[in-house]
């Protein structure tokens, strides 16, 4: 079985990519259900490896994801909580642990970047694409959001960091 190493790990992403839109998926919604996952798990920075449309695409043929497979969308979700550099509020990874989103938060201070820990109270289960619950060797309970139809408004601002852009690249 093949294991990324650190410094291939943003490159799984945009193969997965390149294997959907060639269609190796169709008609394979467990497949896709437990690549998706693995790949998005993988990624530290998975939003950045792909655009947010891309993954939301992929994630529409399977439905929901709960761990690493297909399964019934909830009929509702938790208070959700999300540490994100400036321009990526509206990214796709959100806890349902505040705690979890303050450690993150807590990293981009710690890393001189720029932050703001965001909370959503959505009634809206239909953003949810998929759901990530351990523990393993992440220790995250990872719910994961398709945020395009959604307006930045309904998020509320429980904290602001002043720092400096991340690094790109």
Known sequence: MYAPSEADRGIIPGILAEAYRDGHFIGQDSLLAFALMDSWLRDEYPNLALDSSTWAEMFDQ????????????PVSLPTLYRASVPGQELGMSWADNRGKAEYFHERHRHLGWASVLLMLDSTDP???????????????????LDLRSVDAACLTILDRIDGDPPPTG
């Open 62 to 73: 399977v439905g929901f994801i709960d761990n690493l497979a297909p399964a019934e969308r």
């Open 126 to 144: 239909t953003i949810a694409v998929a759901h990530h619950h351990g523990p393993d060797w992440r220790d995250e309970y990872e719910w994961v």
